[in-house]
Structures are given as structure tokens and as C-alpha cells.
């Protein structure tokens, strides 16, 4: 995607998110996205709004892809380690996907095959991840076969109710701070899978 194309998704993402979609003109995207207002300059990178909605559940799957890519070159050697870094990379992953992630929240009855697309593409894979990786590291450590999938709803659950509380709702509850939040999660995983923190 050229830059003209990424500043378009970017500010049309970000009004998306602030005033919701139908309220969010063309004109706006573009004055926000440095073009000329009411130019029709948008229509020369994309055919409509919607295929800019599109155009940002396609980036934020480009860079979920790439993390999963990239996490098993980090094998840490430590089950708790590894733990906290899954742990801050979603909640990293999360606040690049965070005016996204309020359009889903906003939008979701309005553009249902887009979200339903977003959802596919973004949140099921990494549950797919966690769960097979969880599976994979109990093995290496000889700890009780568990139900995976359903302990990886529970604490990637945990992950994304904590990030929308503190980046959408701006409310921590009992002022839980990223690096609490993450300690507990971590420990509190290790010993459900039966590992020692």
C-alpha cells in the first residue's frame, strides 16, 4: 500500500472510530488525510468508504501475520518469560489495531461481512496460536494435558477485556497498571497449566 493509500486508511479508521461511519464523510477523509475536500481525490485510491474499511482489516491482518511469523524465532527457554511476552505482544497488537477495534465495536450490525471478516482473519487466529502453543510448551514440560482451546478463551479473554477496560472505557480497575496486569496473568496461567511461577 503506497502512503497516500496507508494516511487514507489511517484518518478514515480514526473518524470511523470517533464520529462512527455514516457520519464520516468523504470530504472529511480526505481533509484529514492531507487531500483536497471534495475533490473526489479518495475515489482514486479506493471505490468507496467501505472498501477503505476493508483496506484497514487487511493491514491489521499483514501485521498479525508477521507477529505470528515471527514468535517462534524467540524461544525464551523460560515458560513465564515467554508467557509476558505473549501477554505484551497482544496487548501491543491490540493498540495498533485500536481505532479498528472501536469501528468493530461501533460498526459490527452495519458491516457485518467486513467484521465478520475482521474477526476470522484477526481474532481467530490468534486464539488458534495461543491454544496450539500452550499445547506444544506443556508437552515440553511435561505438565497435564489440559483443555487448551478452552484455557486460551479464558486468558486471552482476560487480555482483551483488560485492553478494551483501560483503552476504549479509560477505567483500570482497581488501578491496575499494564505491568501488574501482566505479572498476575502470566503467574496465574502457570498455575493453571501446573507449571511452578
Keep these: 500500500m503506497d502512503s497516500t493509500k496507508e ?14 461511519y455514516a457520519s464520516t464523510s468523504v470530504a472529511a477523509i480526505e481533509e484529514a488525510a492531507g487531500l483536497s475536500p471534495r475533490s473526489g481525490a479518495l475515489y482514486t485510491h479506493f471505490a468507496s468508504k ?7 482489516v487487511e493491514a491489521a491482518v499483514r501485521l ?7 514468535a517462534p524465532m ?17 496487548l501491543l497488537l491490540m493498540s495498533n489495531w485500536r481505532n479498528l477495534i472501536r469501528v468493530m465495536m461501533k460498526e459490527s450490525e452495519q458491516f457485518p461481512e467486513v467484521m465478520a471478516q475482521a ?6 487466529p490468534s486464539y488458534r496460536f495461543l491454544a496450539d502453543w500452550l ?13 487448551f482451546e478452552a484455557m486460551t478463551t479464558i486468558w486471552l479473554g482476560a487480555i482483551e477485556n483488560y485492553w478494551v477496560m483501560t483503552n476504549v472505557y479509560h477505567h483500570s480497575p482497581f488501578a491496575t497498571t499494564d505491568q501488574r496486569f ?13 507449571a511452578k511461577p
Design 64 to 70: 498479525a501475520e508477521t507477529g505470528f511469523a515471527l
Design 50 to 56: 467501505e472498501q477503505v474499511l476493508s483496506a484497514a
Design 7 to 20: 494516511r487514507i486508511v489511517a484518518e478514515a479508521l480514526r473518524l470511523f472510530a470517533d464520529q462512527g
Design 182 to 194: 501482566v505479572d498476575e496473568w502470566a503467574d496465574s496461567l502457570l498455575t493453571a497449566l501446573g
Design 135 to 147: 499445547a506444544g510448551r506443556a508437552a515440553q514440560e511435561q505438565l497435564p494435558d489440559r483443555d
Design 74 to 90: 524467540f524461544p525464551l527457554g523460560n515458560l513465564r518469560a515467554e508467557l509476558i511476552l505473549v501477554a505484551r505482544g497482544s
Design 119 to 124: 474477526r476470522e482473519r484477526l481474532f481467530n
